[in-house]
Nanobody
């Protein structure tokens, strides 16, 4: 059974950093793309970043230059390094396994397996 589990959320002041982890089980990480998503209170879920099975990386415009996605296949883990965090980054962050592809405006995705989320709060 394929599962993905997020960790690493917490409380941080504006300008601070956090690193989220997404650990996969039940399959080899390099078979799927892994995407990070977030949902803020009262808002729709949005894509944040994705790393494909060929290690291509994609980012949503609000996080470009601040977030970095990476994978460690030996640990079956994908990371999301988040720097220079802003209050508007506050959300529940989810990882998911599936696929992501480039588009003229960014990237699109189709995810099959979702984690339960980890809360990130950015506040002074």
């Amino acid at each position: 059974q394929v599962q993905v589990v997020e960790s690493g959320g917490g409380f941080v002041q504006p300008g601070g950093s956090l690193r989220l982890s997404c650990v996969a089980s039940g399959y080899s990480l390099d078979v799927y793309a892994i995407g990070w998503f977030r949902q803020a209170p009262g808002k729709d879920r949005e894509g944040v970043s994705c790393i494909s099975d060929d290690d291509s990386t994609y980012y949503a415009d609000p996080v470009k230059g601040r977030f970095t996605i990476s994978r460690d296949n030996a640990k079956n883990t994908v990371y999301l390094q988040m720097n220079n965090l802003k209050p508007e980054d506050t959300a529940v962050y989810y990882c998911a396994a599936g696929s992501c592809i480039p588009t003229p405006t960014g990237y699109s995705y189709g995810m099959d397996y979702w984690g339960k989320g980890t809360l990130v709060t950015v506040s002074s």
